[in-house]
Every structure is written in C-alpha cells, then in structure tokens.
C-alpha cells in the first residue's frame, strides 16, 4: 500500500512541530551550516529563518528519507571536523571557523568524510538549500514566501500578461503559494 508521504510530515504552517528526524544536535550543526550558506543581511533573511531545516525535516520524513543517512554522516564530520581543529562543536564555532570548514567541505577535504557516500555531501546540501529558499512554501520552506521576495518572484500566479513577459520587467503582485490558488477555489484576479 502507497501512502501519502506529506500526510506525515510536519505542516509548514506549524514550524515548532518536533524535528523528530534529527537530534537536537544534528538539527544544530545543520541550522548553522545552512545559516553560514546564506546568511542574513541588509538585504533580508537568512536560510533558517526562511525555513531551509523545516524544509529538509519535512522532506527528510517523506521523500527525502534516504538521503537522512547521508545528512547524519555528513553533519557528524562536521562536527568532528569543529572538535579537532577548534575544540568545539561545528554550530559553537566562531563563524570564520564554520566558514573554513564549510571550504573544506565544498573542497571535499573534510577528512571525517573520507571515502563514505557523503563525501558529496557539500553539492546535495548546496542543492536543497535552494530547494528550501525557493521552492513553494507547501514543501516546507520558502516561509511566508521570503525567498521569493527577496528575488522578486511572485510565485504561483493565474497567468501573466503580455507585458508581464517582458524581459526586464518587474512584476509588482504579492507571492503567492500554490496553496493560494487552491485556497481560491477558481476565483482570481483578471489581468
């Protein structure tokens, strides 16, 4: 029998739902990798406050299932990693020392990873960490469409206009998340 991976997952709706696929510690180590990925500025948030982890542990307890091995191992060597260079946990670190790390890690040089199936664990975080920035916020992430904004996308829209589909152009309509239009039930705005 098939079932609905999302009909167990965490809503995104609901944020503080128990990160039941990682540890405390693991949940960590990622929220301060992804964070020192894309960090907050001037400009807006940064990837935790975005929903990047929400994302992954929704995923990790649906359709990402296999990759949490891979997520464990990798974040262990980072933490490994913090421990034998700087004598402290990878999220405890200074932020030049988790960026240092995170170099390592992107040169696959992290020796904790050796030759396990993590050690391309750098160019699958990279990837779903765009996947929790930008995907529609019914997987997880992409809270309250920030990432959208701060490109300035508008999302699941009815349609665009001629004018809309202009090189250069921007579009000024709120975001809007799939879960908007089904929210609709047909009605939308006419362009």
Same mark, same amino acid.
């Given at each position: 029998m098939?079932?609905?991976?999302?009909?167990?997952?965490?809503?995104?709706r609901h944020p503080?739902? *128990?990160? %039941?696929?990682?540890?405390?510690?693991?949940?960590a180590?990622?929220? #301060?990798?992804m /964070? @020192?990925?894309?960090?907050?500025?001037?400009?807006?948030?940064?990837a935790?406050e975005?929903?990047?982890?929400?994302?992954?542990?929704r995923a990790?307890?649906?359709?990402?299932n296999?990759w949490?091995p891979i997520y464990?191992?990798?974040?262990?060597?980072?933490?490994a990693?913090?421990q034998r260079?700087?004598?402290? *946990?990878f %999220?405890?670190?200074p932020a030049?020392?988790?960026?240092?790390i995170? #170099?390592?890690? /992107? @040169?696959r040089q992290?020796?904790e990873?050796g030759d396990?199936d993590a050690e391309?664990?750098?160019?699958?975080v990279?990837?779903?960490?765009?996947?929790?920035?930008?995907?529609d916020?019914i997987?997880?992430?992409?809270?309250?469409?920030?990432?959208w904004?701060?490109?300035?996308?508008p999302g699941a829209?009815?349609?665009?206009t %001629?004018?809309?589909q202009?090189?250069?152009?921007v579009?000024t309509?709120?975001p809007r998340?799939v879960a908007d239009?089904?929210?609709?039930g047909?009605?939308?705005d006419?362009?």
């Amino acid at each position: 029998m098939t079932t609905d991976p999302s009909a167990s997952s965490p809503d995104p709706r609901h944020p503080d739902e *128990p990160r %039941a696929a990682l540890t405390p510690g693991e949940t960590a180590t990622l929220s #301060a990798l992804m /964070e @020192r990925l894309f960090p907050a500025d001037d400009l807006g948030p940064g990837a935790v406050e975005i929903g990047v982890v929400d994302y992954l542990v929704r995923a990790f307890a649906g359709p990402y299932n296999g990759w949490l091995p891979i997520y464990r191992r990798g974040l262990a060597a980072l933490d490994a990693a913090a421990q034998r260079e700087h004598g402290l *946990p990878f %999220a405890g670190a200074p932020a030049e020392h988790r960026d240092a790390i995170i #170099a390592q890690l /992107e @040169r696959r040089q992290v020796k904790e990873l050796g030759d396990t199936d993590a050690e391309d664990f750098f160019e699958v975080v990279w990837q779903h960490l765009r996947e929790g920035l930008f995907s529609d916020p019914i997987h997880g992430g992409n809270r309250q469409m920030l990432g959208w904004r701060l490109i300035g996308f508008p999302g699941a829209q009815y349609g665009y206009t %001629a004018e809309d589909q202009q090189l250069d152009v921007v579009i000024t309509r709120e975001p809007r998340s799939v879960a908007d239009l089904r929210s609709d039930g047909g009605a939308h705005d006419e362009q």
